[in-house]
């Protein structure tokens, strides 16, 4: 389990009403910055993210979160396929448009550029947007096999693990968060970030970088499971991803396709969560 660290908010004045009466006051909010991901030199998105110091600086003075997210995002958009493939992430200073960070990968891995430009720089919001349908993104990635089972005791606990983690999201109300767990609770890493989409790529990066493996892991999200969270957890060859909140129709659908646990409604104090997809993995009773 990774140590952690706050990550520091950005305080702005503003006048409030609370309970028919006005006052000044300052308040905590997220940070928001770009960050331009390249890769071999080119630039492949740029995705507004929130700069967290949960997990430290390296060695170049980058952040690590930027780095696992930066490595998060190609293995889910298919550049990359394992650790292996990454040789050195590494700062390119700031210019106008905020941070950048450039991906040296192996000599081996083939980058097709066009597509990345298509289908991610365009619209790098979500990762997904542009791709066609389900059937386009299958082709990417093989069912996801896994023996995982998990107790609904276990999954609840995971909800209240995760909210413990989250300082940044205590103080300025506006973050989303994402947990990787083992089936007996224990923690793997939390990740908080202004994107929900984000939050996921930065706890798969963190583990694609650390050689942790997945296979047996959960993913656990603290909004909704829309198609790009549950996308990437199967790039990731995660099985099992549980919502705090509701999943969308074609949350459901692929997951379904793609042999992943698909929980919604994780809700530990109503002791309530909704199985959408594959439930043999949840052990409930």
Known sequence: MESHAEMSPTRVAAVKW???RVSTACEDLAAEEPLEVRVRGRAITVT??????AG?????????EDAE?????LLTEGVIRSRRDVERIVPCGRNEM???LD???????HVDFERLTRHVFAASSCGLCGKASIAQVRTCHAMVET???VRAEALMGMVGAMRERQGAFDRTGGLHAAGLFRADGTMIVVREDIGRHN?????????????IGLTDALLVVSGRASFEIVQKAAAARVGVVAAVSAPSSLAVEFAREMGQTLVGFLRPAELRMNVYTHERRVVMG
């Not at 507004?48 to 110091?53: A, E, F, S, W």
């Not at 430290?56 to 690590?64: I, K, Y």
């Not at 997210?69 to 995002?73: H, T, V």
Request: proline share 4%; hydrophobic share 50%.
């Open 18 to 20: 609370e309970g028919g």
């Open 48 to 53: 507004m993210r929130t700069p967290g110091v």
């Open 56 to 64: 430290g600086v390296d060695a170049d003075g980058m952040s690590v």
């Open 69 to 73: 997210l930066a490595a998060g995002f």
């Open 98 to 100: 905020g941070n950048v």
């Open 103 to 109: 991906v040296r990968l192996a000599p081996l891995v």
């Open 147 to 149: 023996e995982v089972r």
């Open 199 to 211: 939050a996921v790529d930065k706890v798969i990066g963190h583990a694609l970088l650390g050689g």
